[in-house]
């Protein structure tokens, strides 16, 4: 976390506080149970995903002010399901597929199908990146789907299939 110990003889006068910087603005840190500054060193308990971002340390005395900025990322992990696992239709009809994810950071999502990257159209078409639909699914239609999600530490797959019933 950051430190902000300073060592200079007009200690009198010091001060110490922390900030975080969200959009470009420095936002005053809201010291709490989870989140403390003591003697100029933030320790932050329980770290959460939100807790990521840029943190400012501002030290100043009669003689100037001087900022540290520094980062913290937190990680967790990765978890995700494609729902239904298997999705039974018939021709004609629409289907869609869930991916979801839980943990952080999600970098990216990525869809295959039959082992080959997804293909897009105006019939197969991803929405929000984590939801498939298919308007009028075809005989072509029919297989394996998978989502891949990618995170800055973790890769992980779920899979599910679509199958074409006998109507």
């Given at each position: 976390?950051?430190?902000?110990?300073?060592?200079?003889?007009?200690?009198?006068?010091?001060?110490?506080?922390?900030?975080?910087?969200?959009?470009?603005?420095?936002?005053?840190?809201?010291?709490?149970?989870?989140?403390?500054?003591?003697?100029?060193?933030?320790?932050?308990?329980?770290?959460?995903?939100?807790?990521?971002?840029?943190?400012?340390?501002?030290?100043?005395?009669?003689?100037?002010?001087?900022?540290?900025?520094?980062?913290?990322?937190?990680?967790?992990?990765?978890?995700?399901?494609?729902?239904?696992?298997?999705?039974?239709?018939?021709?004609?009809?629409?289907?869609?597929?869930?991916?979801?994810?839980?943990?952080?950071?999600?970098?990216?999502?990525?869809w295959f199908?039959?082992?080959?990257?997804l293909v897009?159209?105006?019939?197969?078409?991803?929405?929000?990146?984590?939801?498939?639909?298919?308007?009028?699914?075809?005989?072509?239609?029919?297989?394996?789907?998978?989502?891949f999600v990618?995170?800055?530490?973790?890769?992980?797959?779920?899979?599910?299939?679509?199958?074409?019933?006998?109507?």
């Amino acid at each position: 976390m950051p430190n902000c110990r300073v060592l200079h003889k007009d200690t009198q006068y010091l001060s110490t506080s922390g900030t975080r910087r969200e959009n470009n603005r420095l936002m005053p840190l809201i010291i709490s149970n989870q989140m403390m500054l003591v003697n100029g060193s933030l320790f932050i308990e329980r770290v959460r995903a939100q807790d990521s971002g840029k943190y400012v340390c501002t030290v100043n005395n009669s003689v100037g002010e001087v900022r540290v900025e520094t980062e913290l990322t937190v990680y967790g992990n990765l978890s995700v399901s494609l729902y239904p696992a298997q999705l039974t239709t018939e021709s004609g009809r629409s289907a869609t597929l869930n991916c979801s994810v839980q943990g952080y950071p999600v970098h990216s999502i990525t869809w295959f199908k039959d082992t080959r990257h997804l293909v897009t159209s105006n019939r197969v078409r991803l929405i929000a990146n984590q939801v498939l639909h298919i308007t009028s699914v075809l005989r072509e239609d029919q297989g394996m789907y998978q989502c891949f999600v990618y995170g800055s530490l973790q890769s992980i797959q779920s899979s599910a299939q679509i199958v074409l019933s006998g109507r």
